[in-house]
């Protein structure tokens, strides 16, 4: 760990900075000013002071979102520091390393941009990004990710549910899943020349999973627009599934009438199946599921978590998956 002197005190470099208090401080700030309660100075400077701290990269553009009222949108957990949220990545398309992607998406161009919404809808449409950015509020959601890898992370998204731009669609009644089709772009993705994944990565969902207002079209992060390695301009945040169904920078989606072909299925169908529900009972042919590493949290003494079905959205979730084998439908 790197420490620096700044302002008479000493803390962890930027990447180390836990930054809860950094991040909850702002909310906490804004929350009062809001409110216009008396009596919160104390709690407004100890903002002003941890945001002071915040060391960010500065050349995002901020992307501010309100507080979700989604049920189980924002989970209390310790947030995960921006820097291992955004150094500790997998997106295949620049390697497979985890840190390839912030060492390699610096070609990917995240404007000008499209997503082409297409297939079982009553208005298809190719929809610009700065069209997608106004279409509904922006909201925080912060969301627990589960890699099938067995660690996860904590992070406040940007963005609002799929279900706002599912509904302006207009799906017809043959409309029973929804494809993601992500760039594969070779000139922007040096990863593509690898034939680890037949590309272009693509995952689906059913269209009621879709549709659930957890379902995240997600446009940033910690308030600012996603870093190109979290899979910029825009990506979905799927939370109670394992973390490859979340498919970064998306270019199509589709709304079809047969489960899709995705690319983990593909690839591995005795490993990964179409719904990666997270599930602590059902173990990967390879390893178990039951417990999980939180990134930011490594060391020595560091406690393996017990893995929470449906990675703690059961409430929220548990009835669109009513009377399926789950051991079967993976
Ligand atoms: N296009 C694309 N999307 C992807 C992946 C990928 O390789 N390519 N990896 C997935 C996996 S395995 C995970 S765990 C999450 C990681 O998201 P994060 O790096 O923002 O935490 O992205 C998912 N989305
Ligand atoms: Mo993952």
């Not at 390699?104 to 190719?126: F, M, N, S, Y």
């Not at 020349?193 to 272009?200: A, G």
């Not at 930011?296 to 990675?311: A, I, S, V, W, Y």
Request: with cysteine; aromatic share 10%; hydrophobic share 40%.
């Amino acid at each position: 760990m790197h420490y620096l002197k700044d302002r008479g005190f000493t803390h962890a470099h930027a990447g180390d900075i836990t930054p809860r208090e950094v991040y909850e401080g702002r909310r906490v700030l804004l929350r009062n000013l809001a409110a216009g309660a008396a009596g919160v100075a104390l709690a407004g400077w100890a903002g002003r002071d941890a945001l002071a701290q915040v060391a960010r990269p500065g050349k995002l553009a901020t992307l501010p979102g309100a507080r979700s009222a989604v049920a189980g949108a924002l989970t209390m957990e310790k947030l995960t520091p921006y820097g291992d949220a955004t150094s500790y990545n997998n997106f295949y398309e620049f390697g497979t390393d985890k840190s390839d992607p912030a060492r390699a998406a610096g070609t990917l161009k995240p404007r000008p941009w499209t997503i082409a919404v297409e297939g079982e809808v009553k208005k298809p449409k190719v929809y610009d990004l700065d069209e997608l950015l106004k279409l509904a509020p922006m909201e925080e959601r912060i969301y627990r990710l589960r890699c099938v890898e067995g660690w996860s992370m904590v992070i406040p998204w940007v963005g609002y549910s799929l279900a706002e731009l599912i509904k302006r669609v207009e799906p017809t009644g043959n409309a029973k899943y929804v494809e993601f089709v992500t760039l594969a772009d070779k000139s922007q993705m040096p990863g593509l020349r690898s034939s680890v994944l037949d590309w272009p990565y693509v995952e689906g969902l059913r269209l009621d999973e879709a549709m659930h207002p957890l379902t995240l079209l997600t446009f940033g992060l910690y308030g600012e627009v996603l870093p190109n390695q979290n899979g910029a301009p825009v990506r979905t945040v799927v939370p109670w599934k394992y973390g490859f169904k979340s498919g970064k920078s998306i270019v199509k989606i589709r709304f079809v009438e047969k489960e899709p072909r995705t690319a983990w299925v593909k690839a591995a169908s005795q490993e990964y199946g179409f719904f990666s529900n997270v599930n602590p009972a059902v173990d990967h042919p390879r390893w178990s599921q039951a417990t999980e590493r939180r990134i930011g949290e490594d060391g020595l003494f560091q406690k393996k978590r017990p893995t929470l079905m449906f990675n703690g959205y059961e409430a929220q979730v548990g009835q669109l998956y009513a009377g399926m084998d789950l051991k079967k439908n993976y």
